[in-house]
């Protein structure tokens, strides 16, 4: 999506460790009308699967997710974050490690919000190794759902996550797909290349 690409080049920074902030536009500071075009586009490229809910993770990813659903006119699941204890019957739950974070959490979802009978479109903001994907599909895999894919608004191709799922068959659709970036340069992909 050419406008995402255009503000990463151009508000995006570099930080140590491969980490690229989008503060001012994705996650402090949220631009409403380019979230709502990514919902859109998103909303766009799985118009034909017959979604019937979209499945995310706290936190940044909720709003991505509500634009996306709000276009597919179905509801978003939040997925909840929680250390390991207290986990119920209640609940679908999967194990997530975050390699950006160095820590692992459980994520969780009640059971009754998700049935055997839905279509589920996985929507988050960072796609890097694909931990958080994973666990959202073992999520929807435990309810007996239908997993049509994944959607990303910005994937670091770099990490192999996202390539990783496409080479077991999972659709994943990502706006900005970055190739490689450093502390002065960034490359799409689609190689377009400029200097942030
Ligand atoms: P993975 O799921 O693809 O394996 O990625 P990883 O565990 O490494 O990512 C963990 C967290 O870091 C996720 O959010 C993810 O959205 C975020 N993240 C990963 N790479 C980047 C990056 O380059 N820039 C930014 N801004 N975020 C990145 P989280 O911290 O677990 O939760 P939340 O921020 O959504 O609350």
Same mark, same amino acid.
């Given at each position: 999506?050419?406008?995402?690409?255009?503000?990463?080049?151009?508000?995006?920074?570099?930080?140590?460790?491969?980490?690229?902030?989008?503060?001012?536009?994705?996650?402090?500071?949220?631009?409403?009308?380019?979230?709502?075009?990514?919902?859109?586009?998103?909303?766009?490229?799985?118009?034909?699967?017959?979604?019937?809910?979209?499945?995310?993770?706290?936190?940044?990813?909720?709003?991505?997710?509500?634009?996306?659903?709000?276009?597919?006119?179905?509801?978003?699941?939040?997925?909840?974050?929680?250390?390991?204890?207290?986990?119920?019957?209640?609940?679908?739950?999967?194990?997530?490690?975050?390699?950006?974070?160095?820590?692992?959490?459980?994520?969780?979802?009640?059971?009754?919000?998700?049935?055997?009978?839905?279509?589920?479109? $996985?929507?988050?903001? %960072?796609?890097?190794? /694909?931990? +958080? &994907? #994973?666990?959202?599909?073992?999520? *929807?895999?435990?309810?007996?759902?239908?997993?049509?894919?994944?959607?990303?608004? $910005?994937?670091?191709? %770099?990490?192999?996550? /996202?390539? +990783? &799922? #496409?080479?077991?068959?999972?659709? *994943?659709?990502?706006?900005?797909?970055?190739?490689?970036?450093?502390?002065?340069?960034?490359?799409?992909?689609?190689?377009?290349?400029?200097?942030?």
């Amino acid at each position: 999506m050419k406008e995402l690409e255009e503000r990463i080049l151009k508000e995006g920074k570099v930080l140590p460790g491969g980490i690229l902030q989008v503060g001012a536009f994705l996650n402090q500071q949220l631009d409403t009308g380019l979230i709502m075009r990514m919902g859109r586009e998103i909303a766009r490229l799985y118009k034909d699967a017959a979604v019937t809910k979209v499945l995310t993770i706290e936190a940044s990813g909720i709003a991505i997710a509500f634009a996306a659903a709000a276009y597919l006119n179905v509801p978003v699941l939040l997925v909840r974050k929680k250390l390991a204890a207290n986990i119920s019957d209640e609940v679908y739950h999967a194990s997530i490690h975050s390699f950006t974070h160095g820590n692992d959490f459980t994520a969780t979802l009640p059971k009754p919000y998700l049935k055997s009978t839905d279509r589920v479109l $996985i929507v988050d903001d %960072f796609l890097a190794n /694909g931990a +958080a &994907l #994973r666990g959202l599909m073992e999520i *929807v895999r435990q309810s007996g759902a239908e997993p049509v894919g994944c959607a990303a608004a $910005i994937e670091k191709g %770099f990490q192999g996550g /996202g390539d +990783a &799922l #496409r080479a077991e068959g999972i659709r *994943v659709e990502s706006l900005a797909l970055i190739e490689s970036m450093s502390d002065d340069a960034l490359t799409f992909r689609r190689n377009i290349t400029d200097v942030i």
